[in-house]
């Protein structure tokens, strides 16, 4: 069903835990949904120096957490905020159909620790584009999306 | 970390079996050599009627019914669709009431729906912490329009066993029959229609050692149902395809070796899995067993930890050798919560982090003794990922 | 006269088929060893999910379909029930007419049966005096309400192969999903969904070479159908129930086989075929060969022989080793006349009088000798008996 | 299927023929239901001497016609009138169910044939018992019969 580079990824996934004194975090999901991601920013600058997650899901929310994290290390905040989700799927290789909207949910979570960081320094917040169930998309079965 | 030269250690058998070689055996002649089709009148057609005659018998000993009353067909989820929507069917000009549980298998339930769109009602039970139907609530659901009570002998996932012959007796007081999906139940409960009050039954192979693709369903005599497949004179008028004869056969010879020794069998298998469970709640923290504390099948093993995700310990366990099951099977995948741990009252994210080890034939103290060792670790890694750990569930913090 | 001692000589392939070595040897590394269930997670289950998806793709390119317009089913029965009620249900909002022909297997016509039960009409189409329907009676058939024009490809007992390709055609002028039982056509004539225009197509694996229990629903994208049974996510939410995964890979390897060298092996039956057809005919006074001269089914002859009845003959024949039939062979112990016969005109007498010889792989022409050899003592034999014989007819009058 | 002891009978049957000088004839059946079943006596004073009979139908009919005019040879035709088809299946050995009923068509044919007999001798006819369809009980499927 996955792929072995999936799987590498999520078994022996890069950049877990936080990030002490974050300039930036950001929380997509709920455990109702089945998925939470959480990601810990650290940015000098414009620039990206550090980022870190901490994810409860499945294996697709896990390795593209990882994944992501590991993207969005040395980018610019904007081009950050550009990173798709076909992007991560991009570089894990492919997904199971049934699982691609799970990855998403990285792109989500990149994007709300964006604000955050933005809030922080006082800007205004970008519209994230992402939608209900605290922004995750239901990799899980969601009650709120149906 | 990858174990996988060891050979995997399966702990799946609710989701599906290894065939044994007994049943392999008993089924190599009736492919190529008695290949002729059983409704043939020339005595070369002798072979196959004989094989699927003497499986009918294996299969109605099996269950105290008489071979009359064994209808066969292509699976579990064929004979409970059979049973459900044939009673309800042939039951229309009666009533429209159908009696059933919230944790049942999705052949039934999916089946109920469906009957719902054509206009029937369905009450689906709740269950008790454990999983467990009250006697008492389907009396207090049962109606005048009531045609059916279907409720199944052990549960799938967390492996209750229900009170049927309780339940059987409420419908009959009530005029009504019962089906019950024992499909789980096959070798691992002792099974008697009479004495159990059962009118209608589900099986299937594959989940006793025994082939794939094939199933029964036992009619008691008199019992009201609708065909379901229509075409040929097949199974007396009743199950219109020419009969899969090899497939038949092995499910009499498995049904036969599963039912034999079954006290020993599951003694030896609960020992295992109890020593499964207790090595697992003493090692791992915040974790419970699903399902009831004895009320259960002696194969099945079903947990919650809490913090983490199904898929993923599966998929840990799975790059470590070890095959297991989050949920039911059924529906590749879909991440669900399963709908049964919500009906024990579980919480979406307990739901979301189960985990059903079935243990088997095949299964040896080595495989308990493997798994002891992984899951903790499995679970240990997973947790300290996971947001929603709390910092003393999280030890070591360090990957 | 008892020949059984030599092997009997099996002339009923339409009945059913032994199975292929090639289609064991696939098999069977899937019933013990890749056993695990598709749907589920682990690595180990690639195996028979691999085994499956390889099927999936052996019967889409046998019948020019894509893969994911293949559903397995248990048979050909299973599919009929599957594409006539799913469409007919899935429809209903659009109208409640179907139009069949009138010598349809019996599991399409007993599903229109029920259909007609549930508030559907159904036109069963009159045939010609070979049994073939006409597209234009299809045209006239057709009325606003209708929702489904379903007839086979080839006809079981007298192997009349239809012109399918025409009636889809008017089906498709009306806007009407047209389906087809291929359950006897596949291996013997070529099949292509998209140049045919089939929306839905049935077949059988135990027919040409695989595994009895297994079969297909062809579905193409975008027709309107529904389940037929209710459950798990297998078949993509379609067709519930564990794979039956030996039987799919059977089935798989079986359809390869089968419409791999179709011509060339069309050939050879046919030789042997209208060899066997005009010796009956040159040796046997007052017989008639039923089903169309030219476009009838390579393997098939079916020959009505006067004054005689078609049990008999079919017992004298398998007294001197020979397997045949009569009428179709569902329904075991009955002998109604074929409603097919019946359908292309015969008398009751003359459909009675019916004996089907199919052939197949493992016929010789010494086989086809050794028929022509029997056939005529065992008509004569008969003709004696019988008081419907005229005096012509009966020699020698002594026993 | 078949019982060897029918098979038997069925493909050697005996008494197959007609009698020239008969005196009594009794035709039951008809090609519609499948079976016709016809029947020959030779009869001195008050006993059958002679039976034969002519079948068309199937392995049932033909081997019941066979035992059954075995069995009358040397009855009276008091004792032949009643000959119960169960008598017949009796000494067959056994019969498939659903073809049990194939063999009252012998029962009928000799009833028929000793009333043609009795019509001859210018006696009254005897009530045969037997129902539609010519006297047979539909050992095929007969229309009439439903
Ligand atoms: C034309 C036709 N359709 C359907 C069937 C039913 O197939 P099965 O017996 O595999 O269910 C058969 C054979 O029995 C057949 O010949
Ligand atoms: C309780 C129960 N009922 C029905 C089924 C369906 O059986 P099958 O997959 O053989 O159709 C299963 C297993 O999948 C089951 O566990």
Redesign the pocket.
């Known amino acids: 069903m996955y792929t072995e580079k999936v799987i590498a990824e999520f078994t022996n996934p890069e950049n877990v835990g936080e990030i002490a004194d974050t300039d930036g975090v950001g929380e997509v999901g709920s455990p109702t949904c089945g998925d939470i991601m959480k990601i810990y920013l650290k940015v000098e600058e414009d620039r990206i120096i550090d980022a870190r997650f901490r994810t409860f899901g499945c294996a697709t929310a896990i390795a593209s957490s990882s994944m992501a994290t590991r993207m969005i290390r040395g980018m610019t905040l904007s081009d950050a905020w550009e990173l798709s989700n076909a992007d991560v799927v991009d570089v894990l290789g492919s997904l199971p159909e049934a699982k691609v909207h799970c990855s998403v949910l990285a792109r989500d979570a990149i994007r709300a620790a964006i604000n955050d960081c933005r809030t922080r320094r006082g800007l205004e917040l970008r519209e994230t584009g992402s939608s209900r169930c605290g922004g995750g998309t239901g990799c899980g079965s969601c009650p709120e999306n149906g | 970390m990858n174990d996988l030269n060891r050979h995997p250690v399966y702990m799946d058998h609710?989701a599906t079996t290894f065939m044994k070689p007994e049943v392999m055996a008993a089924m190599a002649p009736y492919f190529s050599r008695y290949f002729g089709n059983p409704s043939s009148l020339y005595r070369f057609a002798c072979g196959s009627r004989n094989g699927v005659d003497g499986a009918r018998r294996q299969v109605a000993a099996a269950i105290g019914a008489n071979p009359e009353e064994v209808f066969f067909a292509a699976?579990?989820?064929e004979a409970?669709n059979w049973a459900v929507k044939g009673a309800a069917l042939a039951n229309r000009e009666r009533g429209d009431h159908i009696v059933t549980s919230a944790i049942e298998?999705h052949?039934v339930l999916h089946t109920c729906g469906w009957l719902e769109k054509q206009g029937f009602s369905v009450t689906y039970l709740p269950v008790d912490e454990f999983g467990r139907v009250d006697p008492g609530d389907v009396e207090e659901a049962i109606t005048d329009a009531t045609i059916l009570v279907s409720v199944?002998t052990a549960n799938?996932e967390i492996g209750t066993i229900q009170p049927v012959a309780a339940i059987a007796k409420v419908a009959h007081d009530h005029g009504v029959p019962f089906h019950t999906?024992a499909?789980?139940a096959i070798g691992a409960v002792p099974i008697d229609v009479e004495r159990m009050g059962i009118d209608l039954l589900s099986l299937?192979g594959?989940?006793f050692y025994g082939p794939k693709g094939t199933?029964a369903l036992y009619i008691r005599r008199g019992t009201r149902i609708e065909t379901l497949i229509h075409g040929g004179g097949q199974e007396r008028g009743r199950r219109a395809g020419t009969e899969n004869v090899p497939g038949i056969v092995g499910l009499g010879r498995a049904i036969e070796l599963a039912t034999a020794d079954i006290e020993v069998h599951n003694r030896r298998i609960a020992a295992m899995r109890d020593r499964l469970v207790r090595g697992v709640l003493g090692s791992i923290q915040d974790t419970r067993l699903n399902g009831h504390p004895t009320e259960r099948l002696p194969n099945n093993a079903n947990f919650s930890f809490r913090y983490v995700e199904g898929e993923s310990i599966l998929l840990l366990l799975d790059a470590r050798g070890i095959c297991a099951s989050t949920g039911s099977a059924?529906s590749s995948g879909s991440s669900e919560p399963s709908h049964v741990l919500l009906a024990t009252g579980l919480s979406h994210e307990e739901a979301h982090g189960s985990l059903r080890l079935t243990l088997g034939d095949a299964n040896t103290e080595e495989d308990v003794d493997y798994v002891l060792e992984v899951l903790p670790d499995v679970i240990g890694r997973l947790r300290r990922i996971s947001p929603l750990t709390p910092v003393r569930a999280r030890i070591p913090e360090v990957d």
């Open positions: 609710a699976g579990g989820s409970d298998h052949a199944m799938n999906d499909v789980q299937s594959h989940k199933g059924c």
